[in-house]
């Protein structure tokens, strides 16, 4: 279920040409009035973040520019302070005024998501709980997020209704049990994982008995949890999902459950604050987190 880390350059290319054709429609009538001369740009990060988003700023960049030199002063996935320099840009003065909120856009959104998993990521390490995103994703921007999810430290759910088998309440009563689910859909897709979703301890040890891939405990209390983890002793994967925040999700990682899903790492994203300027950056730019 988990990415390539780098993302593909056709999805990349796909989501540039969406954007451009939003934004860029018929031409850009401002940037016209500028003389298409040589000039500098400098990329600046005004919050501490975790950098993100580099691909679709460059294929943004190079889509009006295909001749712009775009010099990074940070890696993808550093994080940095505000007043941070992130890159430096040369090319020419329209193409890169059209390009700047395109590209910004893609860039404030991936860092916010790769910056809010990072904190989560941060607050469990040292226990065995992974981070995972969710489907609650922007429309159209699914990989991409989920590509700042891996940047941030996180780990890919599902990509999509496609490539698992996600069994929830109405497909254990149509199926008659738990087991009977996990057989359907062992049957149809044999080659995906299996996530069972239960509401009860009685159906966790059901599940427990199929060869499922992973189980996800529904609304359970601290102590029905702990108890969940005790039961499955590690045979099979334990996952929580709902009402998870970072100021609680220590608590859960302690208890000794293997996943933790996350809809706000995609969901509730705030924008970092980032500024392309024309012009030479000035000489007291940080240049390094």
Known sequence: MSLAFDPPLEAVEADIRSALAEDVGTGDVTAALLPNVADTAYLLCKDVAVACGRPW????????DPDVAIAWHVAEGDRVRAGTL???????????VTAERASLNFMQTLSATATVTADYVAAVAGTRAKILDTRKTIPGLRLAQKYAVR????????MGLYDAVMLKENHIRAAGSIAGA??????????????VEVETLDQLR???????????????????????????NGRIPLEVSGGVDLDGVRAIAEDGVDCISIGGLTKHVRAIDLSLKLGRKPADLATRS
């Open 57 to 64: 700023f460059d294929a943004c960049h190079r889509a009006l």
């Open 86 to 96: 992130l890159a430096t840009l040369q090319g020419h003065a329209r193409a890169l």
């Open 151 to 158: 940047v941030g430290g996180g780990t890919n759910h599902r």
């Open 182 to 195: 996990v057989r359907n859909a062992r049957a149809q897709s044999p080659s995906l994982p299996v996530i």
């Open 206 to 232: 059901e599940a427990l008995d199929t060869d499922c891939s992973r189980i996800l405990i529904d609304d359970f209390d601290r102590d029905m949890r702990r108890e969940a983890v005790r039961i499955a």
